[in-house]
């Protein structure tokens, strides 16, 4: 059986260092020790660049290293992603572009020409024909998309993992991710399949890389004992799209791979950042979109980096899924958390406040929309904490 393991990490720059150190021991530090004690096993692997980053800042170099090393043995496909993890779709296609440039230029830095991506990651796999547009022009080959963006539905029989899919007028390769086994612990799962009779020839899977020690504490060992499997092999994504396989060209539909088919149906192509009945989500893009044309206003202002650095921290998806209020039954609590929502409200905040040469008219704007977030989300937390 052939395994293709997409593996995302990604952390907000606002994340507490305490969190990001307990992470990166628990989940990043096992995956890249794994892959070494198994070197005929291999991964795609995105790392976004503020995490990179970060992790450079912490003190985490041998860990960057290792990555770097296993890139260049050509273990770990690295893929190419926005710098800070915003949700691209709902962002102006200038700042798609940078954010998509500072992430390139980012990882190039730390990886060096151990980082030549040819595949994209959408953070949270939010897709819109615009986006992708934007990263064939960028000169990317492939995007990795969850399998209800084919068509809307999900199950296990709608997609064959053994053929190449393109997007018509587009020219991406495109490939799909099994859902059902992708909110797994994979591992676990694809020990599962290989004892069974009938063992599927292609298996795609694409998951946050912190399941593997820190969302699942993997006592046992799965992940480990699974690569030594003898019926088991993997290849990268790249390496798989490049070999003999039959292509179909498709049409795709705007999504996430949190998105569910009556979402699909009713229009709502990325609810849990922007759905048209949150009211917190409706004043946080009010806050982002007016600090974003801000920003791009005031590119001479003294001040324009400390606001840019403000900006992208503030833009960072987790600002909107912390106020999405969704519950999640596997490895996570709800989606609801006013103060990390209001953390990324108040960066966008920032953003506007930090530069120099903007009117006071704006500066009070501002303010006042933050405001609205502040009261909006903890009059909610409150009343939700009473009534239960």
Not at 214 to 233: A, G, S
Not at 279 to 302: E, G
Not at 371 to 376: A, F, P, R, S, Y
């Amino acid at each position: 059986m052939l395994w293709l393991n997409f593996l995302h990490i990604y952390q907000p720059p606002t994340l507490e260092k305490e969190l990001l150190v307990r992470i990166t021991q628990e989940a990043y530090l096992n995956i890249v020790e794994v892959l070494k004690n198994n070197p005929q096993h291999k991964i795609t692997l995105n790392i976004t660049a503020c995490l990179t980053e970060y992790l450079n800042q912490v003190g985490f170099t041998k860990l960057i290293d290792d990555i770097k090393v296993l890139a260049a043995n050509g273990q770990i496909e690295l893929t190419g992603s926005a710098a800070f993890h915003p949700l691209l779709p709902l962002l102006p296609e200038i700042e798609i572009i940078r954010q998509i440039k500072v992430n390139d230029e980012i990882n190039k830095k730390y990886f060096g020409e151990a980082y030549h991506p040819q595949g994209f990651y959408l953070p949270e796999m939010a897709y819109s024909e615009a986006v992708a547009k934007i990263v064939k022009a960028a000169g990317f080959k492939w995007i990795i998309l969850d399998e209800i963006a084919l068509d809307g539905e999900i199950n296990d029989q709608h997609i064959n993992y053994e053929q190449k899919y393109k997007l018509k007028k587009i020219g991406l390769n495109v490939i799909f991710r099994n859902r059902r086994l992708s909110k797994t612990f994979v591992p676990e799962s694809i020990e599962g399949l290989l004892n069974k009779s009938d063992i599927p020839q292609v298996v795609v899977t694409a998951t946050d890389g912190e399941i593997y020690g820190h969302k699942y504490i993997d006592q046992q060992q799965i992940f480990n004992r699974v690569l030594q499997n003898k019926k088991l092999v993997t290849a990268t994504i790249s390496e798989f799209l490049a070999g003999e396989h039959q292509e179909k060209k498709v049409s795709v539909l705007p999504s996430t791979w949190e998105s569910t088919p009556t979402e699909l149906a009713q229009g709502i192509y990325y609810s849990l950042w922007q759905h048209p009945k949150n009211r917190t989500h409706r004043k946080l893009w009010k806050l982002a979109n007016f600090a974003l044309k801000l920003n791009y206003k005031s590119l001479t202002d003294p001040n324009h980096f400390a606001s840019r650095l403000h900006l992208e921290k503030g833009l960072a998806s987790c600002t909107f899924w912390w106020a999405s209020g969704k519950d999640f039954k596997l490895f996570s609590d709800p989606a609801w958390n006013p103060t990390e929502v209001e953390k990324g409200a108040l960066e966008l905040l920032c953003s506007v406040r930090s530069l120099v040469a903007t009117s006071f008219r704006n500066k009070i704007k501002a303010e006042k929309m933050f405001l609205e977030i502040h009261k909006v989300i903890w009059i909610k937390h409150w009343i939700d904490i009473k009534n239960k």
